[in-house]
């Protein structure tokens, strides 16, 4: 038994990175089946470097030992006349750096229970990626390492989705970066990570922190610093306490925050930790974060401002970010 032949079509250039294009496409087969599916394709004149091949297909290799509801899933390689194409879900929805603008453009800060909802979710996939094992059982120590708000989006239907293993790191890599190279986005990642050390799975912990505080305050823990003056930030003292914004938010949530953007890695909780404290504090607040919820209040976020906000811009600004938000791969 084999599957039936499917082809590929390409419909749309969503995105140039510095390896690869991302693409809109889908799968046709027989019988009227079409798929919707985002194509990631090896730029043609880095095909001959043996390098950033054995990236392209770590990241193939781990993706394929993921299964995981919140993670996008890859459903194959592809050839196209000598390039590589990772063939994968097409996740229609805004990324969470769209949902946070379009909370600033109507002046809010996010709903704290979907803030919290966000962030749960986060926590419990990357507990379930940091936990992935081997076929014999043995961790493999994978780490995301590129953890920020274009690379979450937000699905049209409520479920939140992570992307983008292009840089991440598991025992099993053919590649792994040396020590002294940089890799990750700046504002997110963590001082050893900045410093060029070698990281470990505190790195993704730090990034969600800062993505906790983003979301609970509305603005980056290290908005007021850029280049050189960040890197001396991180390397100086924690993140600040979201707290110091909003000063109605639980000690013990403000607390966890900090502690996850701590400089030290092993002052910083686990991923699991993290996750069961937001799940205790979404159960004291007696909220029930559904798809249907986030995917409602969400949307609102995108809905057609009042006329008087349109006059100052308001709509045009929301509307170009709500087109873009599918791109990010």
Known sequence: MELARTRIVVESVLALGGMAEVLRGRLEGPHGFVRPVVLKRMKRELLEDDELRTMFLDEARLLARIRHPHVAQVYGLADDDGATVLVMEHVPGPTLRAVLEAARQRGVRLHEELALALGLTLAETLTAIHALTDDAARPLGVV???????????????????????????????????????????????????????????ADVYALGILLHEMLTGSHPFAAFDGLALLDRLGAADGPAPRAIVPSLPIALDALVVRAMSRSAGDRPS???????????????????TYDLVKRTVASLFAAPEPARAERGASETVTEDRTQVSTRR
Do not use: C, W
């Open 144 to 202: 995301h390492r590129d953890l920020h708000p274009s690379n979450v989006v937000v699905g049209d239907d409520g479920v939140l989705k992570l992307l983008d293993f292009g840089i991440a790191r598991a025992a099993t890599a053919v590649h792994d970066t040396s020590t002294g190279v940089v890799k990750g986005t700046d504002g997110y990642m963590a001082p050893e990570q900045a410093a060029g050390e070698r990281v470990g799975q505190g």
């Open 271 to 289: 991923a699991s930790e993290l996750a069961s404290t937001l799940a205790l504090e979404l159960g004291r607040r007696g909220a029930v974060p």
